[in-house]
């Protein structure tokens, strides 16, 4: 249900968002953003919030912007993200660390003066994890609770990206500082029994602070 709900947003967006009558504004750029994102961990057994820390980053993303004379329009972002959490075990902090390839398909809108306006966009993603620390944290501490396993673990994820900031127009240039929310549907690490040793692990959330450049064209 969660993906034809994602898939309804986008063809809304597809369909509706962008004018047909040649006049709208093209954009493309990059960005830079630095990137706060955690999990929870909820013990099975008595019920109750295992506690983790977050994990920062940064990533660079490409930026591409197709808006109408409305200001309103699709924007498509590609980025390599790396995401995680920290936790405590046996009195050591083990950081958790999975890369992703995340590509947001956003509906866009902007409204204030001429030059400085204000941004809001949300739509879905979807991400595909490259690469992974866990063999290192298994070698290193081999008798851990539970490990990214490929076989039985998610590597392809979506969710909902929601972000907000402000625009700043240039001659044919724009700079927009935005701050984003990401939330996964879906679950990391799928456990083929949960017990009391084994946690239920939930759903990736992260927070970025994105500083953007984007050259506008018309056609």
Do not use: H
């Amino acid at each position: 249900m969660r993906i034809k709900f994602l898939i309804s947003i986008l063809s809304f967006f597809l369909f509706y968002c962008i004018s047909s009558d040649g006049k709208n504004n093209v954009s493309f750029g990059l960005s830079y953003s630095l990137n706060s994102s955690n999990i929870n961990f909820y013990n099975n057994f008595f019920p109750q919030n295992i506690r983790t820390e977050s994990f920062s980053s940064y990533s660079l993303s490409l930026f591409t912007e197709i808006k109408n004379q409305k200001n309103t329009g699709i924007r498509l972002e590609i980025s390599q993200m790396k995401k995680g959490w920290v936790e405590s075990y046996d009195s050591d902090m083990i950081s958790n660390e999975f890369d992703f390839i995340n590509i947001p398909v956003l509906m866009t809108t902007y409204f204030g003066g001429r030059k400085m306006k204000i941004n809001f966009s949300i739509g879905p993603y979807a991400e595909f994890q490259i690469k992974n620390n866990s063999n290192i944290i298994k070698d290193m501490y081999p008798s851990k609770d539970i490990f990214f396993n490929e076989f039985r673990d998610n590597s392809f994820g979506y969710g909902i990206k929601a972000s907000g900031g402000l625009s700043l127009d240039i001659n044919k240039s724009s700079f927009l500082l935005l701050v984003s929310y990401l939330y996964n549907f879906d679950n990391l690490i799928d456990v083929n029994q949960k017990t009391s040793m084994v946690p239920d692990i939930s759903s990736f959330r992260t927070l970025s602070f994105s500083l953007v450049y984007l050259l506008n064209f018309k056609r």
